[in-house]
């Protein structure tokens, strides 16, 4: 069975601060999938980034960077110098073959940069 | 290009009425899921439809919820008799498979979703 952990309900912060968040996941496959996605207020998910089990290198992509550890079974994400837009919930997200795939996410977690 | 659009936006319906929700995927995205986000809750797999091949429908709470896909492209959720547990925002995503596992490991493109009230 797969399960997706992301402990921290809500995570606030003052803007430029760096702030990261927490992804814990289970899975008894070898070959897995994790995502993370931001829902800004307006609703709609925005994809972030996927990476495979196979893929432990971390990721940068500007002010945004993802710690992969398998012996941990977490992919963190971090925000450097976080901005008022970053506010938003941010999922994580795992598919293995023993959910068919079918991509389990964790309950979010609810990012507040104030000004 | 345009993204997954979704119709109503919000649907307001009292309780035992029945209700329809439409997802336009991306253009030549053949995988396309149902989900239902509950207030401050993730997301509950509905339903995942490939191409041709039978839709996994494991996800979809009870036989009041079905969908269907025609022509591969659009999808309707129709929830029949609706109860006041139903209300929460449906969510459509779609996504163009390229690898194993039929494809349900690769990036999902959502919708703006359809925030569904039932009175």
């Known amino acids: 069975a797969q399960k997706v952990t992301q402990a921290q309900t809500e995570i606030s912060v003052v803007e430029k601060e760096d702030v990261t968040l927490d992804c814990v996941y289970e899975?008894?496959?070898?070959?897995?999938?994790l995502f993370w996605y931001k829902q800004p207020p307006s609703g709609e998910l925005v994809f972030l980034i996927r990476?495979?089990?196979?893929?432990?290198q971390n990721e940068i992509s500007g002010r945004y960077s993802w710690n992969f550890q398998k012996s941990t079974s977490s992919f963190n994400f971090t925000i450097t110098a976080s901005q008022v837009v970053d506010s938003a919930v941010y999922f994580c997200?795992?598919?293995?073959?023993?959910?068919?795939?079918?991509?389990?996410f964790g309950r979010g977690t609810s990012l507040i940069v104030h000004p | 290009g345009a993204g997954v659009s979704q119709s109503p936006s919000n649907k307001v319906t009292e309780k035992g009425k029945d209700v329809e929700l439409r997802c336009d995927p991306i253009?030549?995205?053949?995988?396309l899921y149902w989900y239902r986000q509950s207030l401050g809750q993730g997301l509950e797999f509905l339903i995942y439809?490939?191409?041709?091949?039978?839709?996994?429908k494991s996800g979809l709470p009870s036989d009041r919820f079905s969908a269907e896909r025609t022509g591969g492209s659009v999808s309707t959720l129709t929830i029949q008799r609706t109860q006041q547990e139903d209300s929460a925002v449906y969510l459509c995503?779609?996504?163009?498979?390229?690898?194993?596992?039929?494809?349900?490991?690769?990036?999902?493109?959502f919708g703006p979703g359809t925030r569904l009230l039932v009175l």
């Open positions: 995503a779609s996504s163009l498979p390229t690898g194993l596992a039929g494809g349900k490991q690769e990036t999902q493109y």
């Open positions: 899975t008894r496959d070898t070959t897995y999938y």
């Open positions: 990476r495979n089990s196979f893929d432990e």
């Open positions: 997200a795992l598919s293995d073959s023993g959910g068919s795939y079918i991509p389990t």
């Open positions: 253009s030549g995205h053949t995988a």
């Open positions: 439809f490939q191409g041709n091949s039978a839709p996994d």
